[in-house]
């Protein structure tokens, strides 16, 4: 992250969506006596600094129309004094995939930020419409990594990768005691009462003791070049992609209230998706309020596994040196790689 002293007065900066073809990016302080040009690129290595998109001499944002359709968008701030900043949306467009954001753009504690376009986290890629593949294609990922079960995966193949240019690695997770393409059956028929926060969390903790060699593969591979851009995702996209985002993002440095947040954002993302999922459990007489801790994140939980980590290994880094097995090498060889 540039040191400018402009580009600091921005911080934080965010994409909001306002169209297909239109975004607006708000800035913390309003620009007054510096200016500022923006420039795109559908990745952030194609952007090139020629012609500006935009020239910004006061405000606190700019919106951007005109916009190509189904194409990622990241951007270029470049501030009159030479400093520069990256970023891009956190929720590209992906129709069928409403949980895929980019960890990009997080601050971390020693005042960098994680590269934007590197590591993206999601929802099953199963239910991709045409359109969404497309969407996806243009996000430049190299290797999907899935943490669903066989039999999950059986019943709902992805559909992306579709080729053999993206790789595609299975590392199985099973959160809590059941395999959970047997739990829709299961509230349909009234079993119920197993659904709880405490059943959740404990299944959070279950996924980080019973599954350190995953973790530690997930890792050594998102640390090998060619593997980047990098996916990882599980059903939801809010558990067991929630913890793999969280122990990334803390090995990168990124704070622990920062990461809380992250996690949080599935809620709002799966908001659609959680409405049609108790729409199509109200027949069988179930109620939201039964099963709503099966299908939010909400962030005690995730706080709850990072406390279980913190009391019982120190920190993150250390459940990740010490129980997965993961060489402190690797995580300087992700820090020097993602962040900037």
Not at 84 to 106: F, Q, S, T
Not at 120 to 126: H, M
């Amino acid at each position: 992250m540039s040191s400018s002293p402009c580009i600091a007065r921005l911080l934080p900066v965010s994409v909001v969506r306002l169209a297909e073809d239109a975004v607006e990016i708000r800035w913390n302080e309003s620009v007054q006596d510096f200016a500022l040009s923006v420039y795109r690129g559908d990745l952030p290595e194609s952007i090139q600094t020629t012609t500006p998109l935009a020239h910004v001499t006061q405000g606190r944002s700019v919106t951007l129309s005109g916009l190509a359709v189904d194409r990622p968008h990241f951007f270029k701030l470049v501030a009159s004094d030479g400093g520069a900043l990256m970023v891009g949306e956190r929720r590209p467009i992906v129709e069928g995939a409403p949980n895929l954001r980019d960890l990009g753009g997080y601050a971390t504690v020693d005042g960098r930020q994680v590269k934007w376009g590197r590591i993206f986290r999601s929802s099953n890629l199963g239910r991709l419409t045409d359109r969404g593949l497309r969407q996806i294609e243009r996000l430049g990922i190299r290797l999907v990594c899935d943490f669903r079960t066989e039999a999950e995966t059986q019943k709902l193949p992805n559909r992306f990768p579709n080729s053999e240019a993206v790789g595609y690695v299975r590392l199985p997770i099973q959160h809590g005691e059941f395999e959970p393409t047997s739990v829709f059956d299961r509230i349909k028929k009234g079993d119920c009462d197993w659904i709880s926060e405490d059943f959740m969390i404990e299944g959070y903790i279950e996924s980080v003791e019973r599954y350190p060699s995953a973790w530690a593969r997930l890792f050594k591979l998102l640390a090998e070049p060619r593997n980047r851009p990098l996916l990882f995702h599980c059903t939801g996209g809010k558990d067991r992609t929630g913890a793999a985002a969280a122990l990334i993002l803390l090995a990168l440095g990124v704070p622990t209230e920062t990461v809380v947040r992250d996690y949080g954002l599935s809620d709002g993302y799966n908001a659609d998706v959680r409405k049609a999922i108790y729409g199509h459990l109200r027949p069988f007489g179930v109620d939201s309020t039964q099963v709503e801790p099966y299908f939010t994140a909400p962030e005690s939980r995730i706080r709850a596994l990072l406390e279980h980590v913190d009391t019982r290994y120190g920190s993150a880094v250390d459940y990740l040196v010490k129980k997965a097995g993961i060489s402190e090498k690797t995580i300087a060889l992700l820090k020097d790689a993602l962040l900037e």
